[in-house]
C-alpha cells in the first residue's frame, strides 16, 4: 500500500511538472507574440485592415483625460484587434468554422428556392437569386431611423449655405435601396432630394432591378465593380462638367481569386468567389500624397497580378487625406469627401483637375490629431468646387458630419 502511495506521489509530481512545463511554455510563447506585435507596431505598423476594407486603428498615448473618459481603453481594444500578429488570418478561422456547415446546409436544402428569393444562408449573410449573389436586405425610413437622416441632411444644408463654392451631391443606389422581390425603392435617395436645399447639384447612382444591380455590383462584395464605378464617373463628368471623359485601354481580370467583404464577413470566403475584373487607365503624369506623404499610387492599379487582390488593395484604401497633383493651374482645385465607394473613381476625376483633395471623415482626427475645419482647408487649398459622394451609410452616419 505504502508502494502505491509513493507511485502515486511521484506520479502526480511528474504530471505537475508537465503541467507546469506548459503553462511556461505557453507564457513563453504569448510573451513573444506581444514583443513581435509591439515590434510589428513600432517598426511595420498596419495602416490599412484589407480583409475589412478600412483604415487599421493604432494606439494612442495615454492620457488622464482619454482614459477617465474611456477613450483610451476603446482605442487600446481596437487597435489590439488591428495590430497584433496574424489578427485577420484568426478572424478568417474563426469565421470560417462558425459559419462553414451553415453555407454549406443552407446551399443544399434552399437551392430549389433560389429564383427571385432572399435566402439567410448564416446569421452574417443573405443571397439572392440563384447565381450567388450576396446581398444586404432593403433600408427603409422608419421612425426609428428617420432622426439619423434628418441630422445628416440638416448637416449637408447647413454645409451648402456657408460654403463659399458649390457643393454637389451624390447618393449611390446599392441593393440597401431596392426589394429585389418586386423592385420596390426605399426611396432614400428620393427623401434627401425632396430635402437637400440645392436640388440642381443632387445626382443619384440608380439601381432598378436585380440585373442592374448585378451588371455594376461584386457578388461577394459589397462595393459596385469595374463597371459600376465607372457608369459613376460618366454620370458625375456630366454633373461636374468635365468634359471627355477619359477611356480605358483594355479589360483585365484575375480570374475567381476574388472574395470579397460580405463573403468574409460571413466566413465563407471558401465558398463564394468570382472574377475580379477592372478597366485599365493610362493615368497622365501626376503626384500622389497620402496623409501629408508623398507615395508612389494610390492602390496598385498599375500592378493587376496580385495573389490576394481585393477593391482596397487595387483601388486603394479608406486614408483620411489624399492630394492628386496634376500642376496644372490653368485647371480648378476640387475638394472629394465621401467613403470607400469613391475610391474606384478618385484618379479617374483628378484627371480633370490641378489639384484634387480626396477627405474621409471617419479618420481625419485620429491621422492629423484635430477636426476637419471645412471652411479653413477650402481657403488654404484654393477650392473651387465640392463632391459629397456615398451610399446610405453616408447619409445616415454622423461620423461624416462637418462643423462649419
Same mark, same amino acid.
Request: proline share 2%.
Given at each position: 500500500?505504502?508502494?502505491?502511495?509513493?507511485?502515486?506521489?511521484?506520479?502526480?509530481v511528474?504530471?505537475?511538472?508537465k503541467?507546469?512545463?506548459?503553462?511556461?511554455?505557453f507564457l513563453?510563447?504569448?510573451?513573444?507574440?506581444?514583443?513581435?506585435?509591439?515590434?510589428?507596431?513600432v517598426?511595420?505598423?498596419?495602416?490599412?485592415?484589407?480583409?475589412?476594407n478600412?483604415?487599421?486603428y493604432?494606439f494612442?498615448?495615454?492620457?488622464?483625460?482619454?482614459?477617465?473618459?474611456?477613450?483610451?481603453q476603446?482605442?487600446?481594444?481596437?487597435?489590439?484587434?488591428?495590430?497584433?500578429?496574424?489578427?485577420?488570418?484568426?478572424?478568417?478561422? %474563426?469565421?470560417?468554422?462558425n459559419?462553414?456547415?451553415?453555407?454549406?446546409?443552407?446551399?443544399?436544402?434552399?437551392?430549389t428556392? #433560389?429564383?427571385d428569393?432572399? !435566402?439567410k444562408?448564416t446569421?452574417?449573410?443573405?443571397?439572392?437569386? #440563384?447565381?450567388?449573389?450576396?446581398? %444586404?436586405?432593403?433600408?427603409y425610413?422608419?421612425?426609428d431611423?428617420?432622426?439619423?437622416?434628418?441630422?445628416r441632411?440638416?448637416n449637408?444644408n447647413?454645409?451648402?449655405?456657408k460654403?463659399?463654392?458649390?457643393?454637389?451631391?451624390?447618393?449611390? @443606389?446599392?441593393?440597401?435601396?431596392?426589394?429585389?422581390?418586386?423592385?420596390?425603392?426605399t426611396?432614400?435617395?428620393?427623401?434627401?432630394?425632396?430635402?437637400?436645399?440645392?436640388?440642381?447639384?443632387?445626382?443619384?447612382f440608380?439601381?432598378?432591378?436585380f440585373?442592374?444591380?448585378?451588371?455594376?455590383?461584386?457578388?461577394?462584395?459589397?462595393?459596385?465593380?469595374?463597371?459600376?464605378?465607372?457608369?459613376?464617373?460618366?454620370?458625375?463628368a456630366?454633373?461636374?462638367?468635365?468634359?471627355?471623359? !477619359?477611356?480605358?485601354s483594355v !479589360?483585365?481580370c484575375?480570374?475567381?481569386?476574388?472574395?470579397?467583404?460580405k463573403?468574409?464577413?460571413a466566413?465563407?470566403?471558401?465558398?463564394?468567389?468570382e472574377?475580379? #475584373?477592372a478597366?485599365v487607365?493610362d493615368?497622365?503624369?501626376?503626384?500622389?500624397?497620402?496623409?501629408?506623404?508623398?507615395?508612389?499610387d494610390?492602390?496598385s492599379?498599375?500592378?493587376?497580378?496580385?495573389?490576394?487582390?481585393?477593391?482596397?488593395? %487595387?483601388?486603394g484604401?479608406?486614408?483620411?487625406?489624399?492630394?492628386?497633383?496634376?500642376?496644372?493651374?490653368?485647371?480648378?482645385?476640387?475638394?472629394?469627401?465621401g @467613403?470607400?465607394?469613391d475610391?474606384?473613381?478618385?484618379?479617374?476625376i483628378?484627371?480633370?483637375?490641378?489639384k484634387?483633395?480626396s477627405?474621409?471623415?471617419?479618420?481625419?482626427?485620429?491621422?492629423?490629431? @484635430?477636426?476637419?475645419?471645412?471652411?479653413?482647408y477650402?481657403?488654404?487649398?484654393?477650392?473651387?468646387?465640392?463632391?459629397?459622394?456615398?451610399?446610405?451609410d453616408?447619409?445616415?452616419?454622423?461620423?461624416?458630419?462637418? @462643423?462649419?
Open positions: 500500500m505504502q508502494r502505491v502511495v509513493i507511485l502515486m506521489k511521484k506520479k502526480l511528474k504530471e505537475d511538472k503541467i507546469k512545463f506548459y503553462d511556461i511554455l513563453i510563447s504569448l510573451g513573444i507574440i506581444l514583443i513581435l506585435t509591439v515590434i510589428s507596431v517598426f511595420f505598423k498596419k495602416t490599412i485592415n484589407y480583409y475589412e478600412r483604415s487599421s493604432y494612442s498615448v495615454p492620457t488622464i483625460e482619454n482614459i477617465k473618459s474611456g477613450e483610451f476603446k482605442s487600446f481594444e481596437l487597435a489590439l484587434s488591428d495590430q497584433i500578429l496574424m489578427s485577420s488570418r484568426v478572424k478568417k478561422i %474563426y469565421n470560417f468554422f459559419n462553414y456547415v451553415n453555407i454549406l446546409f443552407s446551399n443544399f436544402v434552399f437551392k428556392y #433560389c429564383n428569393n432572399y !435566402i444562408t446569421p452574417n449573410s443573405i443571397t439572392f437569386g #440563384c447565381d450567388n449573389n450576396l446581398v %444586404y436586405e432593403p433600408i425610413i422608419t421612425n431611423n428617420k432622426s439619423l437622416f434628418d441630422n441632411i440638416s449637408i447647413n454645409l451648402i449655405n460654403s463659399p463654392v458649390p457643393v454637389y451631391t451624390y447618393y449611390i @443606389e446599392k441593393d440597401t435601396d431596392i426589394n429585389f422581390k418586386n423592385n420596390e425603392k426611396n432614400v435617395s428620393g427623401y434627401i432630394y425632396k430635402n437637400i436645399l440645392d436640388k440642381s447639384n443632387f445626382n443619384v440608380h439601381i432598378n432591378n440585373s442592374e444591380f448585378q451588371n455594376y455590383f461584386y457578388k461577394t462584395d459589397h462595393h459596385w465593380n469595374y463597371m459600376g464605378s465607372y457608369e459613376a464617373y460618366k454620370d458625375l456630366n454633373t461636374l462638367n468635365l468634359g471627355e471623359v !477619359i477611356k480605358p !479589360i483585365k484575375n480570374n475567381s481569386k476574388f472574395s470579397g467583404s463573403a468574409s464577413i466566413g465563407s470566403s471558401y465558398i463564394y468567389k472574377d475580379f #475584373c478597366y487607365f493615368f497622365p503624369e501626376h503626384i500622389t500624397y497620402i496623409n501629408g506623404e508623398k507615395v508612389n494610390y492602390g492599379q498599375n500592378n493587376f497580378e496580385m495573389n490576394n487582390i481585393s477593391y482596397g488593395m %487595387y483601388y484604401g479608406d486614408d483620411a487625406e489624399i492630394i492628386f497633383d496634376y500642376n496644372n493651374p490653368t485647371k480648378e482645385n476640387i475638394l472629394i469627401i @467613403e470607400s465607394y475610391n474606384a473613381i478618385l484618379k479617374l483628378s484627371t480633370h483637375y490641378n484634387t483633395f477627405i474621409d471623415l471617419r479618420h481625419y482626427e485620429r491621422q492629423f490629431g @484635430e477636426k476637419f475645419n471645412y471652411l479653413e477650402i481657403k488654404k487649398n484654393n477650392i473651387n468646387k465640392t463632391l459629397l459622394i456615398g451610399n446610405i453616408f447619409y445616415r452616419s454622423q461620423d461624416f458630419d462637418m @462643423e462649419v
